[in-house]
């Protein structure tokens, strides 16, 4: 029996922001897999393989995660938004399909069918195949592609951002997962969600890190840092770093409380929790006492003009 191929890391970085969006909301909307399963007419198995990056994505089941999660699709596959919204047509409207939670097009036609096609194998779709259903999807994208009329212009008006061959989506960090029973800062926002970058300039940059699909995306918050992140600032993070690696800036947990601060070994118990504002105080804290959740690797630097 062959291996079965590893997903690209934009495939399994998808999967990866599916799961954590999945399991920061399960416990507050009651949702379990077996639910998952339920809904999206799987098997438990089938959604295991989903989230853990053994199957990619495709977007009847993205369609029903979005729903159960109450999340747009955008938040963990921007190449699925950009599919769905091409099935739902050109131009959407705010109206909403009851069983998948995406906007649907009251334009008839073509594109009107495309949506029609979506909503049936949500409601309909136990009795085919997952191979099937896919097939009828990849149809439906074909049969847009060819569509032509004489005096309407289609256009693409998702607010996706489109994956191109070699390109990496980094999701956005789940804070509120990381901090388990802990505190979110008060004043935390999540500025920035997903973004889309050419993994090529990426290496460019000199950053190492564990894998693409570790990568995240952090708001900075607060003025501890500034100098070296300032509020606001877009911050990417590596996910797969959970142990203090070396001299640097990491997000951590200290006493109930999220930081990012950078850190030092003091000696073999302690470290040196250091605050690169000079305005706030460093301290010297046990190595037992801090949880690593992922070392920083890189700053947008953001200026008002």
Request: proline fraction near 4%; hydrophobic fraction near 40%.
């Amino acid at each position: 029996m062959t291996k079965k191929k590893e997903l690209s890391p934009e495939l399994r970085a998808e999967c990866e922001a599916a799961k954590a969006l999945f399991i920061s909301k399960k416990n507050s909307l009651g949702l379990t897999q077996a639910k998952l399963a339920e809904s999206a007419e799987i098997s438990p198995a089938a959604v295991a393989m989903y989230l853990n990056g053994t199957n990619p994505l495709n977007a009847k089941f993205a369609a029903v995660l979005a729903r159960l999660i109450e999340e747009p699709v955008e938040r963990f596959s921007p190449r699925l938004a950009k599919e769905i919204s091409q099935m739902a047509g050109p131009i959407a409207v705010e109206s909403k399909s009851e069983s998948t939670g995406l906007a649907v097009s009251e334009q008839g036609g073509t594109y009107g069918a495309a949506a029609k096609v979506m909503e049936m194998l949500s409601k309909h779709g136990k009795n085919l195949t997952e191979q099937a259903q896919q097939r009828l999807l990849d149809a439906v994208s074909e049969t847009l592609t060819e569509v032509k009329s004489g005096n309407v212009i289609p256009g693409n008006f998702s607010r996706a951002a489109r994956m191109q061959d070699g390109d990496i989506l980094i999701p956005q960090y789940d804070v509120r997962a990381s901090m388990g029973h802990g505190q979110v800062p008060a004043d935390y926002v999540e500025f920035v969600r997903n973004v889309v970058v050419n993994g090529l300039q990426l290496e460019k940059l000199g950053l190492e890190y564990t894998s693409p699909a570790n990568l995240s995306i952090i708001t900075g918050w607060g003025q501890s840092m500034a100098g070296t992140i300032d509020d606001k600032d877009p911050v990417i993070v590596d996910r797969g770093i959970t142990e203090f690696n070396g001299d640097g800036v990491y997000v951590l947990t200290w006493d109930g409380m999220l930081y990012i601060k950078r850190l030092q070994k003091a000696d073999a118990d302690h470290f040196d929790m250091i605050s690169d504002n000079e305005k706030h105080k460093d301290r010297v804290v046990g190595v037992d006492d801090v949880t690593i959740h992922a070392r920083v690797l890189y700053v947008w630097k953001g200026q008002k003009l």
